[in-house]
């Protein structure tokens, strides 16, 4: 079974500042995607960036960037510029490649953007 | 792009009541939609995999008979939490991928706030 850890419940930042968040996983697969979504206090959950385990460029969207390390199933995502609209929480997700199936979830990082 | 829209957004209602959400996926047709439940300040926890035209896969620990779920067509999915108490509120939300193969992620409905009085 998959699990995903991220280690970090609580984060917080200055604003314009830049910040990364941890995740690490745990899998016996040698192909699979990784994803980091947003949930914002209207608890939409809203995809902020993927990446292929078979890619080795790190996946990049606008001030969003991962730092994918397959050898030690690491997956941290930077945000740079910080805005206030990034405060949320932000979840760390494993997919299997193959087959239809759901989302690994980590427990969650709090983000806060401060002014 | 893909939407997954579900209904209702919130629900407050009686305990032994039984509530009925839906998770459509509007522009694509989707084999295949999970079922999630979050508590407050918590991740999200797998309830169900709901596949069309067959039984639903339950996740350990999840009663079936409690958490009905119905995929009768490709782009609907239904979960009917029966006889609902207390105990059952929290945030459901579901989420379908379109099934068209790669690095598709999940598209998310909006969730579902469930109150039992």
């Known amino acids: 079974a998959q699990t995903v850890t991220q280690s970090q419940p609580e984060m917080s930042v200055q604003e314009a500042e830049t910040v990364t968040l941890s995740c690490t996983y745990d899998?016996?697969?040698?192909?699979?995607?990784l994803f980091w979504y947003k949930q914002p206090p209207s608890r939409q959950m809203i995809l902020v960036i993927r990446?292929?385990?078979?890619?080795?460029q790190n996946a990049t969207e606008n001030r969003f960037s991962v730092n994918f390390q397959k050898a030690a199933k690491s997956f941290s995502l930077k945000i740079s510029d910080s805005q206030l609209g990034d405060t949320a929480m932000y979840f760390c997700?494993?997919?299997?490649?193959?087959?239809?199936?759901?989302?690994?979830f980590g427990k969650g990082t709090r983000l806060s953007v401060i002014a | 792009g893909a939407v997954v829209s579900q209904h209702p957004s919130r629900v407050i209602c009686k305990s032994g009541t039984s509530v009925k959400i839906e998770c459509r996926s509007l522009?694509?047709?989707?084999?295949?939609m999970f079922w999630y439940r979050q508590f407050p300040k918590k991740s999200l926890m797998l309830m169900a995999t709901?596949?069309?035209?067959?039984?639903?896969?339950?996740e350990q620990g999840v009663e079936k008979d409690k958490f009905l779920i119905n995929h009768a067509s490709l782009t609907l999915s239904t979960l009917t939490v029966t006889s609902a108490h207390p105990e059952d509120s929290s945030f459901y939300i579901c989420?379908?991928?379109?099934?068209?193969?790669?690095?598709?992620?999940?598209?998310f409905g909006d969730g579902t706030r469930l109150s039992i009085l």
């Open positions: 989420s379908a991928r379109d099934g068209t193969g790669g690095p598709q992620p999940q598209h």
């Open positions: 899998t016996s697969e040698s192909n699979y995607y």
């Open positions: 990446q292929e385990a078979y890619k080795q």
């Open positions: 997700a494993f997919m299997r490649s193959s087959g239809n199936t759901p989302l690994v």
């Open positions: 522009d694509f047709q989707a084999t295949t």
């Open positions: 709901s596949n069309e035209g067959s039984k639903a896969t339950y």
